[in-house]
């Protein structure tokens, strides 16, 4: 394993095994934003950083068959598989880490909450873009949620950076097209609120 996915499965591992998974700061009982930008897609789905979350609970229950959760932690991917019991078997677990990992297909849709804003150097965004570009199929699309610009500097201990819509679609812009964004307000557990950007952005065509 690469040294910087070593330390980061490290981390995660840790804060996983250490709090409740409705304690940490990015819980949510309901993904609502998330499952409202993936109904208008359609055909496979990957969930980058998907931690713990119940999206994965709720996509299944709204029909979706082809879904991947991408997440540097085991343990929160343990937390997820135990969870769905028995549907964990229509799941597709993967434990790496997203800048190094090299599946052998495409996706229609590549969600990622919280993943991208934690790449604060520059070297890591270009990675990362790159990958999507590779990934994501084309016509296919990047549902994307970060830090929004009056956002949080840091998150359970890790610096992020923070965007608006045009920033993202700016860093993107070379192989996606913008189609919708939108702020929203999350509240932790504790009561807190954090500013989220999201955007939807397609793929182009390669050579477009």
Same mark, same amino acid.
């Given at each position: 394993?690469?040294?910087?996915?070593?330390?980061?499965? %490290?981390?995660?591992?840790?804060?996983?095994?250490?709090?409740? &998974?409705?304690?940490?700061?990015?819980?949510?009982?309901?993904?609502?934003?998330?499952?409202?930008?993936?109904?208008?897609?359609?055909?496979?789905?990957?969930?980058?950083?998907?931690?713990?979350?119940?999206?994965?609970? %709720?996509?299944?229950?709204?029909? %979706?068959?082809?879904?991947?959760?991408?997440?540097?932690?085991?343990?929160?991917? +343990?937390?997820?598989?135990?969870?769905?019991?028995?549907?964990?078997?229509?799941?597709?677990?993967?434990?790496?880490?997203?800048? &190094?990992? +090299?599946?052998?297909?495409?996706?229609?849709?590549?969600?990622?909450?919280?993943?991208?804003?934690?790449?604060?150097?520059?070297?890591? %965004?270009?990675?990362?873009?790159?990958?999507?570009?590779?990934?994501?199929?084309?016509?296919?699309?990047?549902?994307?949620?970060?830090?929004?610009?009056?956002?949080?500097?840091?998150?359970?201990?890790?610096?992020?950076?923070?965007?608006?819509?045009? +920033?993202?679609?700016?860093?993107?812009?070379?192989?996606?097209?913008?189609?919708?964004?939108?702020? +929203?307000?999350?509240?932790?557990?504790?009561?807190?609120?954090?500013?989220?950007?999201?955007?939807?952005?397609?793929?182009?065509?390669?050579?477009?």
């Amino acid at each position: 394993m690469h040294p910087r996915t070593d330390e980061a499965a %490290r981390h995660w591992d840790d804060v996983y095994r250490v709090k409740a &998974t409705d304690q940490v700061s990015w819980f949510q009982r309901d993904p609502e934003v998330s499952l409202r930008l993936l109904s208008t897609t359609a055909g496979s789905v990957v969930d980058i950083g998907a931690g713990a979350s119940t999206l994965a609970d %709720r996509l299944l229950g709204a029909g %979706r068959t082809d879904l991947t959760l991408l997440d540097v932690s085991s343990a929160a991917l +343990e937390v997820t598989r135990a969870r769905l019991g028995p549907a964990a078997k229509d799941v597709t677990f993967v434990t790496a880490d997203v800048l &190094t990992w +090299e599946p052998a297909s495409t996706f229609d849709c590549w969600h990622d909450r919280a993943v991208f804003h934690f790449l604060v150097d520059a070297d890591d %965004r270009a990675a990362y873009v790159s990958h999507t570009a590779r990934l994501v199929a084309p016509g296919g699309t990047l549902v994307l949620g970060t830090f929004a610009a009056d956002g949080p500097t840091s998150c359970s201990g890790l610096p992020t950076d923070r965007y608006d819509a045009a +920033e993202l679609a700016s860093v993107f812009a070379n192989h996606f097209i913008l189609l919708h964004s939108e702020n +929203e307000v999350h509240r932790t557990p504790s009561g807190a609120q954090q500013h989220f950007t999201w955007v939807v952005l397609t793929r182009l065509a390669p050579g477009y």
